[in-house]
């Protein structure tokens, strides 16, 4: 998020006056103070309709196909370069029903945090949270909040589940997935992971690296409406990076993958920081980023499109689907020779040198 | 970074080596970072049939010895104290687990990419004790030497390092003397000589009749080192030669061994899976007593065995290749290390396993 943005999310939203600073194990108790809190932030902030009803559940209406999913968030730190945790769990939850083929609607939003947090951080994360619902044209329509005591927790959790109906020309699945078809990728890889990397490790660069935490619905259905069922698959790399998302297709579709290094596309500072903290960008996070299998005959019309949108104005294509070797990736390295592509056995360890 | 990864140029090295061979040579690259240079960018496969690639010991996490990681579980584990390691030490296995799952079990272990951060970390708290397990060459000598004199300067009373330091000249010693070695030329690592220079390697090749050519980790650098091995051996020569001279001096990084030689003193050290070799590590030196971690604390773990299915000795000394391994891929996977080879990165064991596809995770 620009500074001019904060600034401007901060005058439209000033955080209410409050009779505490810290969040407290009380603030979880479902009594006074979680009404003191809920009342003087969550409800105003993300009011709509179904939210305002204040009902255990949320009574929503729902036809024809739907999209469900669910994610947890949690990073450290809460606040980085290019966002925070509420709006990554926003544009999370919103984008893994995007990859669906559908238009996220309404969301579930829970929090546990952990006790001492600042209430200014947690109005911070919440400003960020409406905003992004906003961008996304999705709703917040009912929720959850629990306190921890402190060390129980990493100042703050939060989970999002959500539906939306499925688009009516959408065809998603990976059995659609054919020989010759195109893999497009979004945009620069590895940006989200290598901002939390950066500001963890006190990095400096001459720029700051930023996330790329976005919401990709808007995207997302205009390809869909252009090029419908010309659309294979959609997948978002979030954790484990391209790498390991495209080694999870091929295994499971018993599909073959070729992938070129050398069209990857990368920002120059975030190969850098790479290299510098020896680290493979091909497994690293990204949070505003997806990878389509398109026809080979849609596929450059289809990098077009994306083109012309904010979110795919670096797309590329950087591989297709091969008859030979199922279940491989194969990546061409930047000087022409071969090497597989496999799942990592667990974190990314740093190398010594 | 990408002139060093050129295809045309490649292409053109690969070409020159194909018309320089005349018959079979075994080149052995000492560095880790290299193995994982010649994986990752395939270069192994490019090669023509007659040039065969010996993967060195150099994986410093590799040839740390099981008992020093053992010592380092205990220290963590049992005195409490905060340790601090690179990240790739975190999955070698001990001779029962290994520190990330030390750290799992709610241990103080973090990963730092330097050890003056340990140092910070030891000032913010000064109840606590802190040790950084200094692995590595050369290459992190300084910087982990730099971590004592620091402290020492600053009065810091609760850091220590537990180091286990290995150099390169007297493995390659080692390597050749090996009577099932069969290896005609080196390619020397890089950073290790862009602290050390390149004088230790003159001896070495003119008494074992060996080319030495000190070389970068970019895949051109490598192919191009690979080239001036071959060149040498079809001329019969043995010399030493740098092929990474855009950042290595002749006599090194003379400040670097200026504060290594302050803090460190050569003695005999044991490599993991290779055995104990003749002056081929650093201790910290009696002046420094206080900040060395094995006199520090008075730790004696009892030698606890290796797994008897690992052959990462053999592999670091290139008599076998990780396939020829009857564990690998089998038992011992990067999810479940036999031998610290399958551990890092720049092990050659799971570099092959991750990148030539031999087998599926």
């Known amino acids: 998020m620009s500074e001019n943005n904060k600034i401007r999310m901060q005058l439209q939203c000033p955080m209410p006056k409050l009779d505490f600073d810290v969040i407290t194990l009380g603030h979880g108790s479902g009594g006074v103070l979680t009404n003191k809190l809920l009342d003087s932030g969550v409800f105003d902030l993300l009011s709509n309709d179904i939210l305002d009803e204040r009902h255990d559940g949320a009574f929503l209406e729902l036809n024809g196909k739907t999209a469900f999913s669910t994610d947890s968030f949690l990073v450290s730190p809460i606040f980085f370069p290019g966002g925070n945790i509420g709006e990554l769990a926003i544009n999370g939850t919103v984008n893994d029903l995007a990859m669906c083929g559908a238009t996220p609607k309404y969301l579930s939003l829970s929090f546990i945090i952990e006790e001492g947090l600042p209430v200014k951080e947690f109005w911070d994360i919440l400003v960020a949270i409406k905003f992004a619902c906003e961008k996304a044209g999705v709703q917040v329509v009912t929720g959850d909040t629990k306190v921890v005591e402190k060390g129980k927790g990493d ?21 659609n997935i054919s020989v010759g078809d195109k893999i497009i990728i979004s945009g620069n890889v590895a940006s989200h992971g290598m901002a939390i990397m950066s500001v963890r490790e006190g990095l400096e660069f001459e720029s700051e690296i930023i996330s790329d935490t976005t919401n990709l ?109 199922p279940k491989q990736v194969i990546m061409e390295s930047a000087i022409g020779g071969k090497r597989v592509i496999s799942m990592l056995p667990g974190e990314q360890l740093p190398r010594i040198c | 970074m990408s002139e060093y990864r050129d295809p045309e140029l490649a292409k053109k090295y690969l070409e020159e080596i194909k018309n320089t061979v005349s018959r079979p040579w075994s080149i052995m690259e000492v ?18 049939d007659t040039v065969t690639m010996i993967h060195g010991p150099g994986c410093p996490v590799c040839v740390t010895p099981l008992n020093l990681i ?136 003119a008494e074992y009749k060996v080319p030495i050519v000190v070389t970068g980790f970019e895949p051109l650098d490598v192919l191009q080192g690979i080239l001036m091995v071959i060149r040498q051996l079809e001329q019969s020569k043995s010399e030493v030669e740098n092929q990474y001279a855009r950042i290595v001096r002749e006599d090194g990084n003379p400040e670097a061994q200026k504060v290594i030689n302050e803090v460190f003193e050569i003695r005999n050290q044991m490599w993991r899976g290779i055995g104990e070799i003749p002056e ?37 000394k290139g008599i076998k290749k990780p396939f020829e391994c009857s564990q690998f891929g089998k038992k011992c996977k990067p999810t479940n290390p036999l031998g610290a080879p399958m551990v890092s990165s720049e092990g050659a064991c799971a570099a092959y396993y991750h990148f030539s596809g031999l087998v599926e995770a």
């Open chain 1, 155 to 175: 100042k703050i959790f939060i989970n999002t589940s959500g539906v939306g109906p499925i688009h009516e020309k959408a065809n998603i699945s990976a059995k």
């Open chain 1, 217 to 325: 619905n808007h995207t997302i259905i205009n390809l869909i409406e252009k090029f419908g069922s010309n659309i294979h698959l959609l997948t978002d790399p979030t954790r484990g990076g391209v790498a390991t998302v495209l080694k999870e297709i091929a295994q499971s579709s018993e599909i073959g993958i070729d992938l070129k290094q050398r069209d990857f596309p990368i920002d120059e500072q975030v190969a850098s920081a790479c290299e510098l903290l020896g680290l493979d960008p091909l497994y690293v996070a990204n949070e505003g980023l997806f990878i389509a299998f398109v026809s080979e005959s849609e596929a450059d019309a289809v990098l077009a499109t994306l083109h012309q949108d904010e979110n795919g104005k670096n797309a590329r294509i950087i591989g297709s689907v091969v008859q030979e070797h």
């Open chain 2, 31 to 48: 560095c880790g970072g290299q193995t994982h240079s010649l994986v990752k960018n395939g270069i192994i496969d490019m090669l023509p």
């Open chain 2, 70 to 205: 053992d010592k380092a579980i205990y220290l963590a584990e049992e005195k409490g104290v905060i340790l601090c390691s690179f990240g790739d030490m975190l999955r070698v296995p001990g001779s029962q687990k290994n520190l990330l799952e030390v750290k799992a079990e709610g241990a103080d272990v973090r990963i730092l990419y330097s050890p003056l951060e340990a140092v910070k970390i030891a000032e913010d708290n000064p109840d606590k004790e802190v040790v950084f397990f200094a692995v590595g060459f050369e290459t992190t000598a300084p910087a982990n030497a730099l971590s004592v004199v620091h402290a020492h300067r600053r009065g810091v009373k609760n850091y220590s390092i537990l180091a286990s330091h290995v150099l390169v000249p007297p493995a390659i010693k080692a390597v050749i003397d090996d009577e099932e070695s069969k290896i005609d030329g080196f390619l020397a690592a890089g950073h290790v000589c862009t602290i050390m220079g390149n004088s230790e390697y003159h001896p070495l090749s």
């Open chain 2, 280 to 316: 081929s590590g650093y201790a910290v030196r009696e002046k420094y007593a206080e900040f060395d971690a094995t006199k520090k604390y008075d730790v004696t773990i009892e030698e606890a065995p290796e797994n008897p299915d690992c052959i990462s000795g053999q592999i670091m």
